[in-house]
T-cell receptor, first 111, second 113 residues
Framework: EDKVVQSPLSLVVHEGDTVTLNCSYEVTNFRSLLWYKQEKKAPTFLFML????IEKKSGRLSSILDKKELFSILNITATQTGDSAVYLCAVTKSTASKLTFGTGTRLQVTL | DTEVTQTPKHLVMGMTNKKSLKCEQHMGHRAMYWYKQKAKKPPELMFV???????INESVPSRFSPECPNSSLLNLHLHALQPEDSALYLC????????????FGSGTRLTVV
């Protein structure tokens, strides 16, 4: 059975800190790994990773995939209160058009 | 247009009611999805439509009935729901196979009383 596990489950940091969120997976016929940010409603897309070792960056956020060790990390530098959200990792397979989500990491950034 | 639009945003229904959730996209995506999300849990897949045909049903009870009338529209018909069906229902779309990513709607928050 496919598995996507995120750690930590929750995290409280102070504004300005750097955080690293983890996502490990066991999936047959892996195609891609995606990161989403979810505040109140719709998950909003952050990154899609298909190749190992290539860092994707968007502002203070970055992510990288390791297909040998089957994990990805999401880094957020200089955190702000607006980064408070649940961060979801999801994987896709080449044999099925669907996302399978991990448990999520709840990040709270305090002043 | 890069949005997935869901209506209504909120819905309260009794256990004997029949209602429908609607989802629309104009991105040319030919795969559409229904996900159910309970509080503090990740989204769980319910149904996948590819090229307007049902391709995945994740053993969802028959009180949930999906419909894809055309490539832009996806409905979820609800009948005789239970209070435990209360959740956020998310629609998403993508190219078939998920290449290019998935776009989510803002969801319908459903309460069954």
């Amino acid at each position: 059975e496919d598995k996507v596990v995120q750690s930590p489950l929750s995290l409280v940091v102070h504004e300005g800190d750097t955080v690293t969120l983890n996502c490990s997976y066991e999936v047959t016929n892996f195609r891609s790994l995606l990161w989403y940010k979810q505040e109140k409603k719709a998950p909003t897309f952050l990154f899609m990773l298909t190749s190992s070792g290539i860092e994707k960056k968007s502002g203070r956020l970055s992510s990288i995939l390791d297909k040998k060790e089957l994990f990805s990390i999401l880094n957020i530098t200089a955190t702000q209160t607006g980064d408070s959200a649940v961060y979801l990792c999801a994987v896709t397979k080449s044999t099925a058009s669907k996302l399978t989500f991990g448990t999520g990491t709840r990040l709270q950034v305090t002043l | 247009d890069t949005e997935v639009t869901q209506t209504p945003k909120h819905l309260v229904m009794g256990m004997t009611n029949k209602k429908s959730l609607k989802c629309e996209q104009h991105m040319g995506h030919r795969a559409m999805y229904w996900y159910k999300q309970k509080a503090k849990k990740p989204p769980e897949l319910m149904f996948v439509y590819s090229y307007e045909k049902l391709s995945i049903n994740e053993s969802v009870p028959s009180r949930f009935s999906p419909e894809c009338p055309n490539s832009s529209l996806l409905n979820l018909h609800l009948h005789a729901l239970q209070p435990e069906d209360s959740a956020l229902y998310l629609c998403a779309s993508s190219q078939v196979g998920g290449l290019g990513g998935y776009t989510f709607g803002s969801g319908t928050r459903l309460t069954v009383v």
